[in-house]
């Protein structure tokens, strides 16, 4: 009778531990400047992976800018806001028509640089329980980079910076790199050129800005890919219809879904999964101080 019980729950932990859901992969979306098509992305890559069978969710860290329950069409009843006040992520979960899972912004007047010091712990304590559901975390974040943003930027296991060709996009571009360098470690970085008028421009553009993060940051950045620049994407806006679902043969929907593929063409990523980004957000707290010159 023992023997038959110890035998169970040694199946029971055998059959646990390999139920254990893969490490997630925790991509921060982030732009110098604002309008860029960060939020389009996120949604539509969210949207891709899911069709390639994938667990992704999308949280909406434009906090005060809801833009991705606007791209989606769905009006949430609970926010990133109420999440970082105490509710259950899982509560304040929304689903798109597709079953996209995605936790909303808000529109409220508080933003994240607003959030205190708890609400973030308690923020980032609820999004580790994502990996009960999901495996792949897109981290839609506000333009710039304010301390609250730059704390998620800097725990996320990938950086995503999208940009578009224009100069002013670039040079933005190029200063968030900046002012992450200044502030800590910056994880793996790759670009998305969005808007691009062809491939071309689209290369030239992210040659410019990873030859400029080499030589002035001493940063190598990666690139993820382009997106061509497509009257399609604002006709899906118009209609609060995801990209991907209303005009999936369009070239910026395919630009998107090569996104997806390129995302493990570079195996430089090791996924440290969101106890490693707990550990990032709060576990260095006051050890900053020339990590560069220990030893
Ligand atoms: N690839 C693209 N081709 C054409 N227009 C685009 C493209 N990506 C974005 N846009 C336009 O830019 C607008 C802003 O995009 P959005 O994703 O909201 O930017 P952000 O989140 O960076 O502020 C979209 O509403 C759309 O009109
Ligand atoms: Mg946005």
Request: proline share 3%.
């Amino acid at each position: 009778m023992m023997g038959d019980q110890a035998e169970h729950l040694r199946a029971l932990m055998a059959h646990r531990q390999s139920a254990e859901p893969a490490p997630h992969r925790v991509l921060a979306i982030a732009s110098g400047k604002g309008g860029v098509g960060k939020s389009n992305v996120c949604v539509n890559m969210a949207l891709a992976l899911q069709k390639a069978g994938q667990r992704p969710i999308v949280i909406d860290a434009d906090v005060g800018f809801a833009d991705v329950e606007v791209l989606l069409g769905v009006r949430p009843r609970k926010t990133i806001v109420d999440v970082a006040q105490g509710t259950s992520i899982f509560e304040a979960l929304e689903y798109h028509s597709s079953g996209l899972a995605f936790l909303s912004a808000g529109n409220g007047l508080l933003n994240i640089q607003e959030f205190t010091s708890e609400q973030m712990e308690e923020l980032v304590q609820q999004m580790q329980r994502l990996h009960e559901k999901f495996n792949v975390v897109l981290i839609d974040s506000g333009a710039g980079l304010t301390e609250n943003v730059s704390r998620l930027l800097h725990a996320a296991d990938e950086l995503l910076l999208v940009t578009t060709p224009e100069p002013t996009s670039v040079a933005d571009a190029y200063a968030l790199l900046k002012m992450l360098v200044v502030r800590g470690s910056v994880p793996p970085v790759r670009l998305v050129v969005n808007r691009a008028k062809n491939f071309t421009e689209g290369r030239l553009t992210a040659d410019k800005l990873c030859a400029v993060a080499d030589r002035f940051l001493d940063l190598k950045v990666g690139v993820l890919g382009y997106v061509l620049d497509d009257a399609h994407v604002s006709m899906a806006v118009k209609r609060q219809e995801a990209l991907l679902d209303s005009y999936p043969n369009s070239q910026a929907a395919r630009c998107i879904e090569q996104l997806i593929r390129n995302l493990d063409q570079q195996e430089a990523v090791k996924p440290r999964g969101l106890a490693g980004f707990m550990e990032r957000l709060f576990g260095r707290r006051g050890s900053k101080t020339d990590a560069g010159h220990s030893a």
